[in-house]
T-cell receptor, first 111, second 115 residues
Framework: DAKTTQPPSMDCAEGRAANLPCNHSTISGNEYVYWYRQIHSQGPQYIIHGLKNNETNEMASLIITEDRKSSTLILPHATLRDTAVYYCIVRGASGTYKYIFGTGTRLKVLA | KAGVTQTPRYLIKTRGQQVTLSCSPISGHRSVSWYQQTPGQGLQFLFEYFSETQRNKGNFPGRFSGRQFSNSRSEMNVSTLELGDSALYLC??????????????FGAGSRLTVL
């Protein structure tokens, strides 16, 4: 079963920051937080991941709370092309752990 | 470098038939995992192969099987197809260099329709 909880849907105005929350209250010490998105039945696309520290790349920023029980994906300037389903996943570092996707958040960027 | 390639992209089968889907991972990636995506159930994990061995398995009946070859290419097979097997089947590959983060790269999927 998925170990994360996300809101089913969110709207964001184009050009504004999109902040997508994820709850992972049962996360354990060696589990990473990953974010992927899926646009219109294409294969999911990797966005970013983190363990303890906040992370930033060219696509997004990931803010992980100090207790690691929740995180927020930030798309700094959302565009219409960011409309997608966003998945937050936690997975242990060992290859014996399954990669389980939850139901995700459907983000709609509004013009 | 080339991405994850899945073939065929689209196929139509009838109930009772079987189907084989193929996945070529990114060069150097040793792990291949498979997912089934339907509107009602979302993305569900089928199984994962690493170095030709099934390492993890989801909650699917035995009609769903897979294998991985020495070049890391993978196939999955569904026998005795049912209408409910209609779905997008996604393959993902990863480097799996050891402990630490492991990022999946997905293919475009194979869309199976069972009539």
């Amino acid at each position: 079963d998925a170990k994360t909880t996300q809101p089913p849907s969110m709207d964001c105005a184009e050009g504004r920051a999109a902040n997508l929350p994820c709850n992972h209250s049962t996360i354990s010490g060696n589990e990473y937080v990953y974010w992927y998105r899926q646009i219109h039945s294409q294969g999911p696309q990797y966005i970013i991941h983190g363990l303890k520290n906040n992370e930033t790349n060219e696509m997004a920023s990931l803010i992980i709370t100090e207790d690691r029980k929740s995180s927020t994906l930030i798309l700094p300037h959302a565009t219409l092309r960011d409309t997608a389903v966003y998945y937050c996943i936690v997975r242990g570092a060992s290859g014996t752990y399954k990669y389980i996707f939850g139901t995700g958040t459907r983000l709609k960027v509004l013009a | 470098k080339a991405g994850v390639t899945q073939t065929p992209r689209y196929l139509i089968k009838t109930r009772g038939q079987q189907v084989t889907l193929s996945c070529s991972p990114i060069s150097g990636h040793r792990s291949v995992s498979w997912y089934q995506q339907t509107p009602g159930q979302g993305l569900q994990f089928l199984f994962e192969y690493f170095s030709e061995t099934q390492r993890n398995k989801g909650n699917f009946p035995g009609r769903f099987s897979g294998r991985q070859f020495s070049n890391s290419r993978s196939e999955m097979n569904v026998s005795t197809l049912e209408l409910g097997d209609s779905a997008l089947y996604l393959c993902a590959s990863s480097l799996e260099a050891g402990s630490g983060a492991n990022v999946l790269t997905f293919g475009a999927g194979s869309r199976l329709t069972v009539l």
